[in-house]
């Protein structure tokens, strides 16, 4: 009921302030667009009339809604390449400008990679770059076509409009494909059809300022208007007010401005006491301004905050001058089903999951990310680090550092006025090189002194950063090396010590990027047993080849079994450590959620990065319920296990259960019968001192746990089966049918020993097939959907539509007969 509430409450805040800030009159194009998969001759082919000897439906065009990805499912097909090349989309457009001599631009949210826009055949705009926003004025074009036998007749008083998306390789332009992130095509942010009157601003700044004791605070508006604008002899009026979080007029100015391309200042505002921009309280300013009079007036808001940020020389981070530990994860815009064509409310549901884990501090990896994300981080209170996609593979030519200097502009000046941003990131190893053949260390140390020049000439009031090039740590503010003790390299009792070291060696720092991979529904008895083999030491940074699963030293993430228990246990320590580190700056954990990657086709679901501690879909692992019982105050209690239905062991034998909660005391019932009150102490590890050794039934058992914080009480219940016949080797397969839900059908393969036993540590691959009048859920890239998956225990599951006697699914596993089971 807790969780239930908190979801309502952050869901409405984020309803109340998460849209976009619309300058004038816009729409969303998201319906009733056709898109093709490659090239085309050429843009005719795109609005060619149909008919009249032409071919009727060639190439094959599909109909799409917007936001799309070329890459929504083949980005974790198993066994293919995802798609990298152009794909073309289309509709047609109502245009109806409102306003006398007004503008008609068609507003990118970002689209994948190098964009040209047609209106009919006429090329109207084109973009280099995946991740920043841009505008095509389309005024002149749409008038020129009305004007034509072909808008009255073949298109009925429409406008067509067609664009070409291409996300081919290519080594000129950022980010890199060796990143490991997939480099989508399409349009997979929003894209706003949007009327201007003749006379509106390109760019409205707002610098929010305030002294740390937060008693003093500023604000200066500086507009530029658009170059498009039509010239005034005179100056022309200008409004604004600004609103306080509750919405109530408390300063107003009236003047006048020039019309110029150039930017100017209109005003600046004095405040006594203001609210407050913080995690816990993300107090909201309002500036409203109207630009003009009557009905051609320009009218924009903006969302502004007011909050001092400082990260101390060689200590913490300080926000509003008191110490703040930076309790952070990261985003890859992924999604499955969709890759990057993530809705406003699949957004909005996942910002507020990392809101419920506790999360204060945001990573958004590696590239500038959508406005709705920065909306949500101010209204939901999340401080971030956002950057520019110059990852991995070296510098490249004048090309290419163009690029990296237009995104990282557009970046800061798109959103500058989001109170969470804290820091601007400039790169991401960028000691990792591959793409040219020329590594110049002191090339990149240039053009990364250039970055770090010209984001403190656009943007004097927030800190630079990068995480992991140790011979530019110099250059930037914050610097972030690599330390994944536990995972990479070392054991994760190291990451205190390797940490201090680091912090030593840098002038402010901040540690982004630790963490481990779990496969979803994988548990064990005895998740540390990798550590064994392997030495603890100091050093505990990712070096090249760390991340492949065969091969060099021994390490956790080739040798261990990969498990949501291990995760949980290397999560955990991390977090009673950094409760004891007072020079913290802060963390962030690497990521969220799993996301799609094109460097990992081996991995237990392939082509993931299963590092999230939620699965692609928003399923929670274990590890989830780890962050929150330390990061949140909402009392909470989570019984580890919820996906793990069999656990093993001996007869009599005394297994751990273990407790996540932030509550000061726990209960553990186990079928019926108490084991004990125990206190929570956040370095009693594990689960800060909440686990009990106890025996299990052979059979069924039922788990109970009673938390109590003050009054108040949290509980939470688990039933399992618990296995004590021992097994040998797979030598069957089983599959049956165990749910119906929703016109949906979840079948279970499971392996079994030549005696029928439950092969309980088996992790063989598995491969899901459909035959008849039906639909696998696969191609989503989790644990449950996909079609080619490394086992969880001994089993795996996957969904699917059915028509019963048409449907059939089969499974099979290398060395093993297949099985068929019809529906």
Same mark, same amino acid.
């Given at each position: $009921?807790?969780?239930?509430?908190?979801?309502?409450?952050?869901?409405?805040?984020?309803?109340?302030?998460?849209?976009?800030?619309?300058? @004038?009159?816009?729409?969303?194009?998201?319906?009733?667009? %056709?898109?093709?998969? @490659?090239?085309?001759?050429?843009?005719?082919? *795109?609005?060619?009339?149909?008919?009249?000897?032409?071919? %009727?439906?060639?190439?094959?065009?599909?109909?799409?809604?917007?936001?799309?990805?070329?890459? *929504?499912?083949?980005?974790?097909?198993?066994?293919?390449?995802?798609?990298?090349?152009?794909?073309?989309?289309?509709?047609?457009? *109502?245009?109806?400008?409102?306003?006398?001599?007004?503008?008609?631009?068609?507003?990118?949210?970002?689209?994948?990679?190098?964009?040209?826009?047609?209106?009919?055949?006429?090329?109207?705009?084109?973009?280099?770059?995946?991740?920043?926003?841009?505008?095509?004025?389309?005024?002149?074009?749409?008038?020129?076509?009305?004007?034509?036998?072909?808008?009255?007749?073949?298109?009925?008083?429409?406008?067509?409009?067609?664009?070409?998306?291409?996300?081919?390789?290519?080594?000129?332009?950022?980010?890199?494909?060796? =990143?490991?992130?997939?480099?989508?095509?399409?349009?997979?942010?929003?894209?706003?059809?949007?009327?201007?009157?003749?006379?509106?601003?390109?760019?409205?700044?707002?610098?929010?300022?305030?002294?740390?004791?937060?008693?003093?605070?500023?604000?200066?508006?500086?507009?530029?208007?658009?170059?498009?604008?039509?010239?005034?002899?005179?100056?022309?009026?200008?409004?604004?007010?600004?609103?306080?979080?509750?919405?109530?007029?408390?300063?107003?100015? @009236?003047? +006048?401005?020039?019309?110029?391309?150039?930017?100017?200042?209109?005003?600046?505002?004095?405040?006594?006491?203001?609210?407050?921009?913080?995690?816990?309280?993300? #107090?909201?300013?309002?500036?409203?301004?109207?630009?003009?009079?009557?009905?051609?007036?320009?009218?924009?808001?903006? /969302?502004?905050?007011?909050?001092?940020?400082?990260?101390?020389?060689?200590?913490?981070?300080?926000?509003?001058?008191?110490?703040?530990?930076?309790?952070?994860?990261?985003?890859?815009?992924?999604?499955?089903?969709?890759?990057?064509?993530?809705? !406003?409310?699949?957004?909005?549901? %996942?910002?507020?999951?990392?809101? &419920?884990?506790?999360?204060?501090?945001?990573?958004?990896?590696?590239?500038?990310?959508?406005?709705?994300?920065?909306?949500?981080?101010?209204?939901?209170?999340?401080?971030?680090?956002?950057?520019?996609?110059?990852?991995?593979?070296?510098?490249?030519?004048?090309?290419? #550092?163009?690029?990296?200097?237009? $995104?990282?502009?557009?970046?800061?000046?798109?959103?500058?006025?989001?109170?969470?941003?804290?820091?601007?990131?400039?790169?991401?190893?960028?000691?990792?090189?591959?793409?040219?053949?020329?590594?110049?260390? #002191?090339?990149?140390?240039?053009? $990364?002194?250039?970055?770090?020049?010209?984001?403190?000439?656009?943007?004097?009031?927030?800190?630079?950063?990068?995480?992991?090039?140790?011979?530019?740590?110099?250059?930037?503010?914050?610097?972030?090396?690599?330390?994944?003790?536990?995972?990479?390299?070392?054991?994760?009792?190291?990451?205190?010590?390797?940490?201090?070291?680091?912090?030593?060696?840098?002038?402010?720092?901040?540690?982004?990027?630790?963490?481990?991979?779990?496969?979803?529904?994988?548990?064990?008895?005895?998740?540390?047993?990798?550590?064994?083999?392997?030495?603890?030491?100091?050093?505990?940074?990712?070096?090249?080849?760390?991340?492949?699963?065969?091969?060099?030293?021994?390490?956790?993430?080739?040798?261990?079994?990969?498990?949501?228990?291990?995760?949980?246990?290397?999560?955990?320590?991390?977090?009673? !450590?950094?409760?004891?580190?007072?020079?913290?700056?802060?963390?962030?954990?690497?990521?969220?959620?799993?996301?799609?990657?094109?460097?990992?086709?081996?991995?237990?679901?392939?082509? $993931?990065?299963?590092?999230?501690?939620?699965?692609?879909?928003?399923?929670?692992?274990?590890?989830?319920?780890?962050? #929150?019982?330390?990061?949140?105050?909402?009392?909470?209690?989570?019984?580890?296990?919820?996906?793990?239905?069999?656990?093993?062991?001996?007869?009599?034998?005394?297994?751990?259960? /273990?407790?996540?909660?932030?509550?000061?005391?726990?209960?553990?019932?186990?079928?019926?019968?108490?084991?004990?009150?125990?206190?929570?102490? =956040?370095?009693?590890?594990?689960?800060?001192?909440?686990?009990?050794?106890?025996?299990?039934? +052979?059979?069924?058992?039922?788990?109970?746990?009673?938390?109590?914080?003050?009054?108040?009480?949290? !509980?939470?219940?688990?039933?399992?089966?618990?296995?004590? &016949?021992?097994?040998?080797?797979?030598? /069957?397969?089983?599959?049956?049918?165990?749910?119906?839900?929703?016109?949906?059908?979840?079948?279970?393969?499971?392996?079994?020993?030549?005696?029928?036993?439950?092969?309980?540590?088996?992790?063989?691959?598995?491969?899901?097939?459909?035959?008849? *009048?039906?639909?696998?859920?696969?191609?989503?890239?989790?644990?449950?959907?996909?079609?080619?998956?490394?086992?969880?225990?001994?089993?795996?599951?996957?969904?699917?539509?059915?028509?019963?006697?048409?449907?059939?699914?089969?499974?099979?596993?290398?060395?093993? !007969?297949?099985?068929?089971?019809?529906?």
């Amino acid at each position: $009921m807790q969780k239930a509430k908190l979801l309502v409450a952050l869901l409405g805040l984020c309803m109340a302030v998460a849209l976009p800030s619309q300058a @004038q009159r816009a729409s969303r194009l998201t319906a009733e667009w %056709e898109y093709v998969q @490659q090239d085309l001759g050429g843009v005719w082919e *795109a609005v060619r009339p149909v008919g009249a000897g032409n071919p %009727e439906s060639v190439p094959f065009w599909q109909p799409v809604a917007l936001p799309h990805c070329f890459n *929504a499912r083949d980005a974790v097909a198993p066994s293919a390449n995802y798609y990298q090349g152009p794909g073309w989309y289309r509709t047609q457009l *109502a245009v109806q400008n409102p306003y006398a001599n007004g503008r008609t631009r068609l507003h990118f949210e970002g689209a994948g990679q190098k964009t040209d826009v047609y209106i009919h055949t006429t090329k109207v705009g084109s973009h280099v770059g995946g991740y920043d926003e841009w505008t095509v004025d389309i005024t002149k074009a749409v008038a020129d076509f009305q004007k034509t036998e072909a808008y009255k007749e073949q298109f009925k008083g429409k406008i067509p409009l067609s664009i070409r998306c291409d996300n081919s390789r290519d080594l000129e332009m950022l980010p890199s494909n060796l =990143s490991d992130f997939n480099v989508y095509g399409g349009l997979y942010r929003y894209l706003n059809l949007e009327y201007r009157p003749a006379l509106s601003l390109e760019r409205l700044s707002a610098k929010a300022e305030v002294d740390a004791a937060g008693k003093t605070g500023s604000l200066l508006l500086k507009a530029s208007f658009l170059p498009t604008s039509t010239p005034s002899s005179s100056p022309v009026p200008v409004v604004v007010r600004l609103l306080d979080p509750r919405g109530k007029q408390i300063s107003k100015f @009236q003047g +006048t401005l020039p019309v110029t391309a150039e930017e100017q200042d209109i005003h600046r505002f004095a405040l006594k006491n203001p609210k407050l921009w913080s995690p816990a309280q993300p #107090q909201l300013y309002t500036v409203d301004v109207t630009v003009g009079t009557g009905a051609e007036a320009y009218h924009q808001q903006e /969302k502004i905050g007011f909050r001092h940020a400082e990260f101390v020389e060689k200590g913490p981070f300080k926000l509003n001058g008191q110490r703040l530990l930076l309790r952070g994860t990261h985003r890859h815009e992924d999604h499955a089903g969709v890759a990057a064509a993530m809705t !406003e409310p699949m957004i909005r549901q %996942e910002m507020v999951m990392m809101k &419920q884990m506790g999360v204060n501090f945001i990573r958004l990896g590696h590239y500038q990310q959508s406005r709705i994300v920065l909306n949500l981080c101010d209204s939901l209170g999340i401080l971030v680090w956002e950057e520019i996609p110059w990852c991995r593979g070296g510098l490249g030519g004048p090309v290419y #550092q163009a690029q990296a200097k237009r $995104m990282l502009t557009n970046m800061v000046q798109q959103h500058y006025n989001h109170p969470s941003v804290i820091i601007w990131g400039l790169g991401n190893e960028n000691d990792w090189p591959g793409d040219f053949p020329e590594f110049d260390k #002191q090339k990149i140390r240039a053009f $990364m002194t250039e970055l770090n020049d010209l984001s403190h000439q656009l943007d004097r009031s927030r800190y630079t950063a990068i995480r992991r090039c140790d011979f530019c740590k110099d250059i930037v503010d914050v610097y972030s090396p690599s330390i994944w003790a536990g995972w990479y390299r070392g054991i994760y009792t190291d990451y205190k010590e390797a940490t201090e070291k680091e912090f030593q060696g840098v002038k402010r720092f901040l540690h982004v990027e630790w963490g481990g991979d779990s496969h979803a529904g994988r548990h064990s008895e005895n998740p540390d047993n990798a550590l064994a083999e392997i030495t603890a030491s100091k050093e505990a940074d990712e070096r090249a080849g760390d991340a492949s699963l065969f091969g060099g030293s021994a390490r956790v993430s080739k040798d261990g079994d990969w498990s949501e228990s291990y995760l949980c246990n290397l999560v955990d320590w991390h977090l009673k !450590e950094q409760e004891t580190m007072p020079w913290l700056s802060g963390t962030a954990y690497w990521p969220f959620k799993d996301f799609s990657t094109p460097v990992r086709p081996d991995n237990p679901v392939p082509y $993931m990065n299963q590092k999230g501690v939620v699965e692609r879909d928003f399923t929670p692992k274990e590890a989830y319920y780890v962050f #929150q019982s330390y990061w949140t105050t909402a009392p909470m209690v989570h019984l580890y296990g919820h996906s793990w239905p069999v656990r093993w062991g001996a007869e009599g034998e005394l297994k751990m259960v /273990k407790v996540y909660s932030n509550c000061a005391q726990a209960e553990l019932f186990v079928n019926g019968k108490s084991y004990g009150v125990k206190k929570r102490d =956040s370095q009693n590890f594990p689960a800060a001192g909440l686990h009990w050794n106890v025996p299990f039934l +052979t059979g069924n058992n039922q788990l109970r746990v009673v938390a109590r914080q003050g009054k108040e009480t949290v !509980e939470d219940n688990l039933t399992f089966g618990y296995q004590t &016949q021992p097994w040998g080797k797979p030598a /069957k397969l089983t599959l049956q049918k165990v749910a119906e839900a929703n016109g949906q059908t979840t079948v279970e393969v499971k392996l079994l020993d030549a005696q029928g036993v439950q092969c309980l540590d088996a992790v063989n691959w598995v491969e899901f097939s459909l035959a008849g *009048a039906g639909k696998l859920f696969d191609d989503l890239g989790t644990s449950s959907g996909s079609r080619k998956v490394q086992v969880y225990n001994g089993r795996a599951i996957i969904r699917l539509h059915a028509q019963p006697g048409k449907t059939a699914v089969a499974v099979q596993s290398p060395g093993l !007969e297949p099985v068929l089971l019809t529906l």
